[in-house]
């Protein structure tokens, strides 16, 4: 059994040697081992099953210890540092050698951001290493909002989980790189589109010249099969089957009640934000054959969740 606690220095002591540690953010639980310590990176990417073409995020708690590892630091990434950091967001920089390619999975830009987490960054002030800390679940499946999910995806192989609870944003963090003058937006997340515009002028989406955490077509999904649309024309459509039915502000009488879930009874975005992936745990334990669900309000956070939940299911 992997041991779950709240020992900061017991924390810092595993991943000073070699270990991984699951650690809490703002977003989703991450696996954190040394950035720059090659075999405990492959460690992860094993454990994970991750491809070895999926770059890793890394993590630290200050802007000058992020200039150690990036050739340089462009003018609109220090706004956005200064404005969004700690907090879920992402910025790419050309890395220097001092990141290892495996990483980076051999691409010339690094991720780095600092994590609004009063337990994680107590660890990552302890520390003279970045952590490379890809969310602590297998490939492919449901992120972790809390320690009970981390367990749900591994036996073994983790040294230590860092316990605070659950996550108060729950969405991973949102990506930005630059390309001369326009900023471009990697991946949808906890910051939203809105916020990043008003900070800095007007962004792209994806051009799809770097591969980033999440850029996969398949990707956050539960073993059962998710359907999006109209709640009441999937339901006819798969009537015979056990349905599950995630849903974003109601619940629907046609279904059991206890087969439900409803993300923010009060239609908050941020509120849904906290409550997806830890939904689709419960529906995914859940003695279904499949979900149905639909999108959410597309602005703002709710932008971000439609990516998830396009990702996740059989219409993405």
């Known amino acids: 059994m992997i041991e779950i606690g709240k020992d900061i220095d017991y924390a810092v002591n595993k991943l000073k040697n070699g270990g991984i540690v699951g650690i809490p953010t703002e977003t989703v639980y991450g696996l954190g081992c040394n950035a720059l310590n090659e075999s405990s990176v492959k460690k992860i990417f094993k454990l994970k099953n991750r491809?070895?073409?999926d770059p890793i995020i890394c993590h630290t708690n200050s802007v000058e210890k992020i200039r150690k590892y990036v050739e340089n630091f462009p003018k609109n990434a220090e706004i956005l540092a200064r404005k969004f950091w700690?907090?879920?967001?992402?910025?790419?920089?050309?890395?220097?050698k001092l990141i290892p390619d495996i990483t980076t999975s051999r691409s010339e830009y690094v991720g780095?951001?600092?994590p609004n987490n009063k337990t994680t960054l107590s660890v990552l002030d302890k520390l003279d290493f970045?952590?490379?800390?890809p969310s602590a679940n297998k490939f492919e499946y449901i992120s972790p909002t809390n320690p009970h999910h981390i367990i749900q995806n591994f036996n073994d192989g983790i040294d230590y989980i860092l316990d605070d609870g659950n996550c108060?944003?729950?969405?991973?963090?949102t990506i930005v790189g630059f390309e001369k003058e326009k900023t471009i937006i990697f991946r949808l997340g906890g910051i939203t589109l809105e916020k990043i515009e008003k900070t800095i002028g007007k962004c792209y989406i994806n051009n799809n010249k770097i591969r980033v955490p999440g850029s996969f077509k398949k990707h956050y999904s539960p073993d059962k099969r998710v359907y999006i649309g109209d709640i009441k024309k999937l339901y006819k459509k798969f009537k015979k089957k056990k349905i599950g039915v995630l849903s974003f502000n109601k619940k629907y009488k046609f279904v059991d009640e206890k087969y439900q879930i409803v993300m923010s009874e009060k239609s908050s975005l941020n509120e849904a934000s906290q409550n997806f992936y830890s939904s689709l745990y419960i529906l995914d334990n859940l003695?279904?054959?499949?979900?149905?669900?639909?999108?959410?309000?597309?602005?703002n956070i709710g932008r971000s969740i439609n990516d998830r939940l396009k990702k996740c299911s059989e219409d993405g």
Do not use: H, Q, W
């Open 130 to 133: 970045p952590l490379a800390a």
């Open 112 to 114: 780095f951001r600092i």
């Open 287 to 299: 003695e279904i054959d499949l979900i149905i669900t639909s999108y959410l309000p597309n602005n």
């Open 51 to 53: 491809p070895k073409n």
């Open 86 to 96: 700690p907090g879920p967001l992402t910025i790419l920089f050309r890395k220097n």
């Open 168 to 173: 108060s944003v729950g969405i991973e963090s």
